[in-house]
C-alpha cells in the first residue's frame, strides 16, 4: 500500500503559477503509474495529466495542454504538477492518484490510492 499527500496549493491570480506536488510513502514509488485529477465545486472529478511508471509516457487533458507538466521523480518519491497561465476555470481541489501498473491511467476508476486533495484557487 502506498500513502500519498498532496500540498503546493493556494490562491493565486488568474495568469499566475503553482507547483504541486504529490509525496508518497509505502511500496517502490517506482513501480506506480500516476495521475492528478481535479474537482470543482457542483462538479465531476475530471482527469488533468498522468504518467506511466517510468515517466516516459505523459498524457494531458486538453484543457491543460500547454499550461500545465506533470513529472515523477522516482529517487524523491514524488509527483509533481507544474501549473502555468492558471485560469479561474482551474480552480479546484486537485488530487493525486497511484496505481502499480505498466501502463498510463487516465481514468479514475482503474486507480487504487488517492490523496486527500490541495485546494487551488485562481482569481480573476
Known amino acids: 500500500q502506498v500513502q500519498l499527500e498532496e500540498s503546493g496549493g493556494g490562491l493565486v491570480q488568474a495568469g499566475g503559477s503553482l507547483r504541486l506536488s504529490c509525496a508518497a510513502s509505502?511500496?517502490?514509488?517506482?513501480?506506480?503509474?500516476m495521475g492528478w485529477f481535479r474537482q470543482a465545486p457542483g462538479k465531476e472529478r475530471e482527469f488533468v495529466a498522468a504518467t506511466s511508471f517510468s515517466g516516459g509516457t505523459i498524457d494531458y487533458a486538453d484543457s491543460v495542454k500547454g499550461r500545465f507538466a506533470i513529472s515523477k521523480d522516482n529517487a524523491r518519491n514524488t509527483l509533481f504538477l507544474n501549473m502555468n497561465g492558471l485560469k479561474p476555470e482551474d480552480t479546484a481541489v486537485y488530487y493525486c492518484?497511484?496505481?502499480?501498473?505498466?501502463?498510463?491511467?487516465?481514468?479514475?476508476?482503474?486507480?487504487?490510492?488517492w490523496g486527500q486533495g490541495t485546494q487551488v484557487t485562481v482569481s480573476s
Open positions: 509505502g511500496r517502490p514509488f517506482s513501480r506506480y503509474a
Open positions: 492518484a497511484a496505481k502499480i501498473s505498466l501502463s498510463l491511467i487516465s481514468t479514475s476508476q482503474e486507480y487504487d490510492y
